[in-house]
């Protein structure tokens, strides 16, 4: 019995005790109460058991504390008894912008109407070195950031670049920054990371450092007063070696990366009103600046246009003013000028050209003179206000139906004459007359070439003729003197010949005389059997005695003389 | 052989490419004398005089657009230069002078830059002259005749001769001739269809109908030179002035270039 109420006792204990483990609230921590300025500590908002926690909290830091990081978020979830148990958490890496005590006021959230609240607590914050890694209290760090800026006090308006130096005696494998989106007082023109930044080395307190300029930010200031340019933290990643624990450590891949959060100290920065009198014409230009108009056409019809083009060259804060009205004649009309800018940040503001395109386009005929084109800026070097002032060329613009003489520019001739441009000496003599209605086609002159032309091409025609009748011929003469050939050919064949030559002889003898008569081997049967024996005998003529080739030769002759019918 | 048949085929061309001077009467000569005194008065009527007899060179309308131009008669002086330069397309005097003239014209057109080819094709249509270019066409026709008959013949006599060099002269004088003919005859059609005039009025007013009530255009000064379109009864011609501007205007105020 006392066994079993103990049970129920211990089960109304548990059952009781499961609101609290599963009860819905907000905590806000900090990962340190006690740290130094330049220390970067992490605030941490837990929401148990709550769904639809916030992903970003808005929360007043009263000008105590600026957000350098985050938010980054987390959620845990666990089974307690069948039941799930969630808790999700904001974070945010904050500086101390004081020194002294800082409140962390309670914050509320009112989530899905139910109301939770965190509970105040408060951080000291104390003056301490400027690097985390530094190796004693006294002494420089081995790493730090130093913001280093132009000058103390900007005019209103004026654009100016701040450097990052970081002064390092480590080896550093790479360095990372948030990038800076606005700060009040100035327009943030760049924030830049220098990837590859030039170095150079100093002795400080006995210590040498490697000093490099990481990043640069431009700002352009709106506002007059003193402004804080506040710290900034940059994320620097150092190589350094480790010492052997024991055997088992590689001995050659004995270093590890570490990184390190650095910050810029926060420095004060004056703003200064620029000073008064600076006429119509100034439109907020603050630097050094050269001026160039052109007039593309100053002699035009009505209705057509002209464009004026000014173009503004040299330094300061080119992106931030516009160029000031000007004021053209009544009976021109004007379109809002084009602009076309062609600059970039280099060192300290920015630098290149500026070029306004005003199209007029006149409505009446006459002479239009357009204002001087008037330009004022706040000269940096000088400190005063400039002017630049650059007359346009008259405009003329001319009737539609009005053509464009020049009629000013027009020269006499005695002008011409005046300016040695007269006009040549009259011909001594003429080389060639010709009738008045000379057509060159039908001058005779002209027409001989074509004739020598034809008498070549007849000569030429005449020349293929002759040849070609040449050529018909020679068969004929080649058919008549046959005989007369192959007798002479006959003749020279003799038996002091060598067997072979003579053998070789009768046969070109009977073969010249039928192809001079364009004869086969059928036109006699003699012919026949003449060549079968000279076949025969071809290869081995000694087998043939001279008076068997002596027969064979008359027997060819005789055969020639038969067909020839001598 | 072969150099004696080149010296007999092209003496005649040697021949004709020497111009013949027949020589002009004393009346130019005494022209020219006036015109060295200053007395452009008596020097231009002298040249008209000439020109009226029915025979012309180019150096008499030259000449005559000088005369005119010391007497302060810009127009005239444009429009007998402009027919000194159909007869002499490319000579420099005249160009000369018809730049020099032209500075001083009221109208005036820029017109815009052309493609390098048409406007060296506009140029050389302005300056061919054409009896050379005919006589050039007929001695490149000659030569192409000439080549293949020595190349037949040397085969006919010697039994061989190379073909290829042959050939090759043949393609490009026949390109050669086929390219110049066809330019030719577009500038000697250009020529014969179109006829020019000259201002030689102080202004002169162009009107959209050929009718002094008409809308009136625009107006031309002393010296532009018109393209010439239709006539009516000579007494009003349709011109058109850089193309782009076309109406009617009085004959009284042109002087024709082409006759």
Redesign the interface.
């Known amino acids: 019995m006392v066994k079993h109420r103990c049970f129920v006792k211990t089960v109304i204990f548990f059952l009781l005790l499961t609101p609290l483990l599963w009860s819905q609230h907000v905590t806000l921590t900090a990962s340190k109460t006690q740290f130094s300025q330049n220390e970067e500590i992490r605030l941490t908002f837990t929401f148990e058991n709550i769904k639809n926690a916030p992903r970003n909290i808005n929360f007043d830091l009263h000008d105590d504390l600026q957000i350098v990081g985050g938010p980054y978020s987390s959620s845990n979830y666990s089974w307690v008894n069948g039941k799930m148990n969630s808790s999700s958490s904001l974070s945010y890496e904050v500086l101390a912008k004081r020194t002294g005590r800082i409140r962390i006021p309670g914050y509320e959230f009112d989530i899905k109407g139910e109301i939770f609240r965190t509970e105040p607590f408060t951080l000291q914050v104390g003056k301490s070195g400027i690097s985390e890694t530094s190796d004693s209290a006294t002494a420089l760090p081995s790493s730090f950031i130093k913001l280093q800026l132009p000058k103390d006090s900007m005019y209103q308006g004026e654009t100016f670049t701040l450097s990052y130096y970081l002064y390092t005696s480590e080896r550093v494998v790479n360095y990372t920054s948030a990038p800076l989106q606005s700060m009040e007082g100035f327009i943030v023109d760049r924030f830049k990371m220098h990837d590859l930044p030039a170095s150079s080395k100093q002795i400080l307190g006995g210590k040498e450092y490697i000093i490099a300029e990481i990043a640069s930010l431009t700002l352009t200031a709106t506002q007059t007063g003193e402004f804080i340019i506040p710290a900034k933290a940059f994320r620097i990643s150092l190589k350094r070696q480790e010492r052997f624990k024991s055997i088992f450590d590689d001995p050659f891949f004995g270093s590890s990366t570490n990184d390190v959060n650095l910050y810029s100290a926060p420095d004060t920065i004056t703003v200064f009103p620029l000073p008064g009198g600076a006429g119509p014409h100034f439109t907020g230009a603050i630097g050094d600046f050269a001026m160039h108009i052109s007039l593309d056409s100053s002699l035009i019809r009505e209705n057509q246009a002209s464009t004026l083009r000014i173009d503004l060259i040299g330094h300061g804060n080119m992106p931030h003013f516009t160029f000031p009205e000007q004021a053209f004649p009544a009976n021109i009309e004007v379109f809002e000028p084009r602009v076309k800018n062609s600059y970039q940040l280099q060192d300290q503001d920015y630098r290149g050209q500026r070029t306004w395109e005003y199209v007029l386009i006149p409505s009446r005929a006459g002479h239009y003179r357009p204002e001087d084109v008037r330009f004022t800026y706040f000269s940096l070097r000088n400190k005063e206000y400039r002017t630049i002032s650059m007359p346009v060329k008259e405009i003329r613009v001319l009737a539609h ?7 000013n520019s ?4 005695e002008e ?1 004459r005046l300016l040695a ?18 057509n ?2 039908r ?1 005779p ?2 027409r ?3 004739v ?2 034809l008498i ?2 007849l ?2 025609v005449l ?2 003729h002759m ?1 070609s009748l040449r050529e018909r011929n020679m068969q004929r003469i080649r058919k008549k003197n046959a005989l007369k050939n192959a007798m002479q050919h006959f003749r020279k064949v003799t038996v002091e010949s060598r067997a072979d030559l003579l053998l070789y002889g009768i046969e070109q003898g009977i073969l010249n005389y039928m192809n001079d008569k364009q004869l086969s081997q059928n036109a006699h049967p003699g012919i026949a059997d003449v060549m079968k024996t000279i076949e025969t005998y071809k290869y081995a003529p000694g087998l043939l005695s001279r008076n068997q080739l002596e027969v064979l030769k008359d027997k060819v002759i005789a055969i020639i003389e038969e067909m020839e019918g001598v | 052989m072969i150099k004696r048949i080149l010296i007999i085929a092209l003496l005649p061309l040697l021949i004709l490419a020497k111009s013949d001077n027949p020589g002009r009467d004393p009346l130019f000569k005494q022209a020219v004398s006036a015109y060295a005194a200053e007395d452009y008065q008596s020097a231009l009527a002298q040249f008209r005089d000439l020109a009226e007899s029915g025979t012309v060179s180019w150096e008499l309308y030259y000449n005559i657009g000088n005369s005119y131009y010391r007497l302060g008669e810009t127009g005239p002086a444009i429009q007998y230069w402009e027919k000194a330069a159909l007869l002499a397309p490319a000579h420099p005097d005249i160009r000369y002078n018809l730049n020099i003239v032209r500075e001083q014209l009221i109208d005036k057109v820029v017109l815009p830059e052309m493609f390098p080819l048409f406007r060296w094709y506009g140029e050389m249509q302005k300056r061919l002259p054409l009896d050379r270019m005919i006589r050039l066409i007929a001695y490149l026709l000659a030569i192409l005749v000439m080549v293949p008959a020595l190349y037949r013949l040397k085969r006919h006599l010697r039994g061989h001769a190379n073909r290829k060099p042959v050939m090759a002269i043949v393609i490009a004088l026949s390109l050669m001739i086929l390219l110049l003919t066809i330019v030719t005859a577009d500038v000697l059609l250009e020529r014969r269809n179109a006829k020019h005039a000259v201002i030689l009025a102080e202004s002169a007013d162009i009107f959209s109908e050929p009718d002094r009530n008409a809308t009136l255009l625009f107006t031309l000064h002393e010296g532009s030179k018109v393209r010439i379109g239709k006539e009516i009864e000579d007494k009003w011609a349709k011109i058109s002035y850089f193309d782009d501007k076309i109406g009617w205007i009085s004959t009284k105020y042109l002087g024709k270039i082409e006759e």
């Open positions: 139906n009005e053509l464009e003489g020049d009629y027009a020269l006499t001739p011409v441009k007269d006009i040549r000496f009259i011909q001594m003599d003429e080389e060639r007359c010709v009738s008045l209605s000379y060159p086609v001058d002159r002209n001989i070439p074509y020598f032309v070549f091409l000569a030429f020349m293929e040849f």
